[in-house]
């Protein structure tokens, strides 16, 4: 299945350009997701299997993904990493299953966010006009640090090194590789170290939401984020939210170490 749905929303003088390509499956889900996203004016393209999917991003390089995880073919997931491999693009994976290993998986292998089925249209577009306002605000801000003459120091905090700049992070003289939403989680925490920053404040800063209805994205982000730089360098306020800690090298590796 390959449908354009982007004709009737996006033509004119102030047609959107924004392509979200949708790898769903199930033709009713994907027909009714395509129809709200082309009301919002974006250009809409659908497919309906991994294969499929992982061509149609090569090939229409889209500025969102939203990504069924249960594809025939190959899994959304496999999808999502090998998209990733070619080019970074803001992926929102859909989900039968409110399984919180499965999520993590997902965000391991590159997605920005999750929807469990059955979701709402009205999040649906939330989510992707989230999306679409990071990535702006992350180009904008490479754009500003290349036309800076001082290079923007790298956060250094005990023995984690955040290049902010080249978006690249070190522990330990290490490379750990993060997804964009994982390094933008990490330099919002890592910039105030040792303060407790609230679920709805990292909400705020870096998924660009308003409200509180996303805070287990937080908490998944959280973990996927610990399991890559070590379970020691971010602290759960229970109830509250979370604060980076400088690495100390008689902590314990496992403090902290649950959501």
């Known amino acids: 299945m390959s449908i354009s749905h982007g004709t009737g929303a996006s033509t004119g003088a102030g047609a959107s350009s924004t392509l979200v390509l949708v790898v769903e499956d199930e033709p009713a889900i994907a027909t009714a997701v395509a129809h709200r996203l082309s009301a919002e004016g974006w250009r809409v393209e659908t497919v309906g299997d991994g294969h499929a999917g992982v061509a149609a991003a090569s090939r229409l390089k889209p500025d969102v993904v939203v990504l069924d995880v249960m594809l025939p073919g190959i899994d959304g997931l496999e999808v999502c990493r090998r998209i990733q491999a070619e080019r970074p693009v803001p992926v929102l994976m859909l989900t039968a299953r409110d399984d919180e290993t499965d999520m993590l998986i997902g965000l391991g292998v590159g997605a920005d966010d999750y929807m469990t089925k059955p979701f709402s249209m009205r999040e649906l577009v939330a989510r992707i006009k989230a999306l679409l306002r990071r990535t702006e605000r992350a180009a904008r801000a490479a754009e500003l640090m290349s036309t800076q003459s001082t ?8 023995d984690v090194v955040v290049d902010r700049a080249q978006r690249r992070v070190h522990r330990d003289g290490a490379e750990v590789h993060l997804t964009p939403t994982e390094f933008d989680l990490l330099v919002a925490l890592a910039s105030s170290p040792r303060t407790v920053l609230t679920r709805e404040r990292l909400l705020a800063e870096v998924w660009d ?23 020691d360098l971010i602290r759960t306020v229970h109830g509250v939210g979370y604060a980076f800690e400088p690495s100390d090298p008689s902590a314990s590796a496992a403090a902290e170490a649950d959501v």
């Open 151 to 158: 290079p923007v120091p790298a956060l250094e905090i005990g």
């Open 209 to 231: 939401w308003v409200d509180a209805s996303g805070t287990r994205t937080v908490d998944s982000h959280v973990k996927a984020l610990r399991r890559k730089l070590g379970a």
